[in-house]
Nanobody, 126 residues
């Protein structure tokens, strides 16, 4: 079992920055990939960024390319999402996800992940 917990959400002005954190506990050795997703109520859960835990390779959704950066701190069992130049469409609930160790690849599809956090809210206010 893998447990995930997000933090770092909040309210920010357009063009501002936030850093989201996700701490991983339990059987942390299981997962090969971790990712960030976001979701507006009633809409599909959208993949934002993916990272290969062992090699550090990353994949991003086109909508956040060049603005968001996913990273990890293996010693702390944490992953991060640095969000810069935030836009109104970035206002969502953000979720941390981990796969079950089956070698799914650098996916941004929610169906390819087995473990989820409860989410942290990001609000863009003007």
């Amino acid at each position: 079992q893998v447990q995930l917990m997000e933090s770092g959400g909040g309210s920010v002005q357009p063009g501002g920055s936030l850093r989201l954190s996700c701490v991983v506990s339990g059987d942390t050795y299981i997962s090969n990939y971790m990712a960030w997703f976001r979701q507006v109520p009633g809409m599909e859960r959208e993949g934002v960024a993916n990272i290969h835990i062992a090699g550090g390779r990353t994949v991003y959704a086109a909508s956040v390319q060049g603005r968001f950066t996913i990273s990890q701190d293996k010693a702390k069992n944490m992953i991060y999402l640095q969000m810069n130049n935030l836009k109104s469409e970035d206002a969502d609930m953000y979720y941390c996800a981990a796969d079950g160790g089956l070698g799914l690849g650098a996916s941004l599809s929610a169906a390819d992940f087995d473990y989820w956090g409860q989410g942290t809210q990001v609000t863009i206010s003007s």
